[in-house]
């Protein structure tokens, strides 16, 4: 029987696993995200040896610190920007993650995204309920077709290439992709241009969907000189992570049309929003639910759990974390 803390409610599935495994968990019962302080309270109250984290805990030495006898770190989140995977490794702490259960929902969210900010959606459906509609006109809220459109992906991993796909075959749209390397995989799956830098990519793609890990080379990957290399007609999609997009540089851009549109899963202060983007009407705002189906968050529940039941049975978990 081990210990585990669980820093706030998540899917029921994964906490059933770990106490129909014989293990006594405590799960924060906070409505909220734990202050630091709150945070580290909690996992120093009693010798817990795992704990299942959630993307937003900040988990550094300072953490893992406070609660020294937990060997394993299980984030329920694919990305663990979030943690400091050195500082784990000096301590001999193993992190994991949960890739792969959400490259599907993902895809289809930033699929969705780009269909409803070249269309307007969420635009016509404010006007609409404004009580603005007057009758049928020919020349309102019109859109862009993104049939025979480029799609630029930038990061040509699962959920780069699940976008690709859906847009190539589902859509007609032709796709471009660029990363730190071709991948061989996406063009075996589906027909598409590699360009070697960013900029090379910016300048032919009508949308372009950012699906990088948040690095300290990816910080910033769009910022002024990225929006006035776009296409004055493109729609920019971020379902990543907030840091990758200079998000004052993007209020200008939108607000001076440099660019079509955005829309925005994620942000750089999530969950605040940066000054003049929620007043502007070409951006599409979501709070970070790009893998919140059902289906997936059960899933990201009971990997993460799975995680932590096999650290503690003496194997190596599926999903074990490295350095970059
Ligand atoms: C992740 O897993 O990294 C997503 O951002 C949230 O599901």
Redesign the pocket.
């Known amino acids: 029987m081990a210990l585990i803390y669980v820093t706030r409610a998540i899917p029921p599935v994964g906490i059933d696993m770990l106490r129909e495994a014989g293990h006594e968990v405590d799960v924060s019962e906070k409505d909220g995200v734990l202050t630091k302080e709150e945070l580290h309270q909690a996992v120093s109250a009693k010798p817990y040896e795992a704990v299942l984290s959630l993307?937003t805990d900040t988990i550094d030495g300072e953490f893992m610190d406070a609660v020294p006898t937990a060997k394993i770190i299980a984030n329920y989140?694919?990305?663990y920007n979030n943690i400091d995977v050195s500082a784990a490794t000096e301590r001999g702490v193993v992190i994991t993650?949960?890739p792969g259960v959400?490259d599907d929902t993902?895809s289809e969210f930033a699929f969705s995204m780009m269909l409803a900010i070249a269309k307007r959606i969420s635009e016509a459906d404010r006007f609409t309920r404004a009580g603005k509609y007057e009758g049928w006109a020919p020349q309102l809220l019109l859109g862009s077709d993104l049939q025979g459109k480029t799609l630029g992906i930038v990061g040509a991993g699962r959920i780069g290439s699940g976008v690709a796909k859906r847009a190539k075959f589902g859509l007609g749209m032709n796709v471009c992709y660029t990363d730190i390397k071709q991948s061989e995989k996406l063009e075996a799956e589906v027909p598409c241009q590699y360009h070697s830098t960013l900029h090379e990519l910016l300048k032919s793609a009508d949308v372009i969907s950012i699906h990088v890990p948040l690095l300290e080379s990816t910080k910033h990957l769009f910022s002024t000189a990225e929006f006035a290399a776009m296409k004055d007609s493109a729609y920019l999609i971020n379902t990543s992570?907030g840091p990758v997009v200079d998000e004052v540089a993007l209020v200008e851009a939108l607000r001076n049309k440099t660019i079509r549109g955005a829309a925005l899963d994620?942000f750089e202060d999530e969950p605040a929003l940066k000054p003049g983007l929620s007043e502007l009407d070409n951006v599409i705002l979501t709070p970070?639910i790009?893998?919140?189906s059902q289906e997936t968050r059960d899933k990201?529940s009971s990997m993460a759990s799975q995680n932590i039941i096999d650290f503690i049975n003496g194997q190596t978990p599926a999903n074990v974390v490295e350095v970059k």
């Open positions: 993307l989140a694919v990305g993650n949960t959400l993902v992570r994620v970070h790009a893998s919140a990201m």
